[in-house]
């Protein structure tokens, strides 16, 4: 792994570029890493360079990869791992990366003659995955929510029951309440139903709460008001606190049933979780690359160059007319920049500098396709 200074770094406005790559990025995580993008070997370097342009390939073809907004679940999984329960909203954040894990693989499974290094990486079975266990696993997430997030009443065989028992319940405490208000309408302050301590309660007049008999569940600011809970319906009421009771627990039932299953595959949800934010990567790198007419150069001996239309990156992607320049430099070789005041000389050289980071990082460089180094 290569290594260079921090202030080289920011002189080459390396940050600005990795900026630009990170807004080539669907997803909240890959957008993040974008910021650490890591300087590679040589042959690591070259082995990337040649995933990218794969991507580069299918995008200048028309036949673009997938977005793939893949959302932060590391801290979920930890969760997951340990025991622990996690949230709907959690669960079906896993989903959502395991659904686009399924959709660049086969993505990359139906162009294997494009995209032949990156399917060797991504598909399911090269690492023992099983592409049907975690599409099963999504789905089964998936049909456990409604659209709005909420865990849907088919989850389970009883929640739909619960839940029906749970309303029929209410309805049968608002019309009680209704007919106690209408009986006793003047002792009311206003006949409405309001909730107190989750329970249904009437606002009877302060000077006349004696009068109806039931547990006082608090009292207006002004103390006019008194919120009382009828004698009648406190059984009913009773009954729903324990139906609402029973509709929770068969709720964190479902959650913890399908933790679960996460974590009988965790490992391969992981797998696939870290794979989607690298390839995410890789094709924001080849969108990137396609903005800027860039190229991967053609290997050649070592310790020779020969770059062909070299461009700042930078300055085109600022829509500045570049003037392109070529280095050819053969083993032994240095390079030697003169020319009078405001010849070009700091552009040539930041330039040279920025795409020596970019080619580090795996990264088409802006030079006419016929370069190599």
Sequence with gaps: TMKFPEKTQKDLEWPRLLRQ????????????????????????????????????????????????PAVPIGEWLVHIRGEASVSGEALRQVAKNVKLYIAISRFLENRKDVCSKNADLLVPDKHGMSALGLARLASEIDSSFDPDGHISDGASPELGRLRRRAISLRKNLVKQIERISEKEDDLLQERTITLRNDRFVVPVRADAHRRLPGIVHGASGSGATIFVEPEQVIETGNELMLAREEVLREEARVLAELSSGVRDQLDEVALANRLVIEVEIRIAAARLAVDLNARVPKPADSGTANLIGIRHPLLLLD????????????????????????????????????ISLMLAAGLPIPVDPDSFM
Excluded at 55 to 65: A, L, Q, T, Y
Excluded at 324 to 339: T, W
Aim: with cysteine.
């Design 21 to 68: 790559l990170a807004k080539r990025c669907t997803g909240d995580e890959a957008t993040s890493r974008c910021a650490e993008l890591p300087f590679l070997s040589a042959a690591e370097a070259r082995q990337r360079l040649a995933l990218v342009e794969e991507f580069m390939v299918c995008i200048r073809e028309g036949d673009p990869p997938p977005a793939l």
């Design 319 to 354: 829509g500045v007319a570049v003037v392109p320049n070529d280095i050819v430099l053969e083993r032994g070789q240095a390079m030697v920049i003169s020319g009078p005041y405001a010849g070009g000389k700091t552009v040539v050289l930041k330039t040279i500098g920025l």
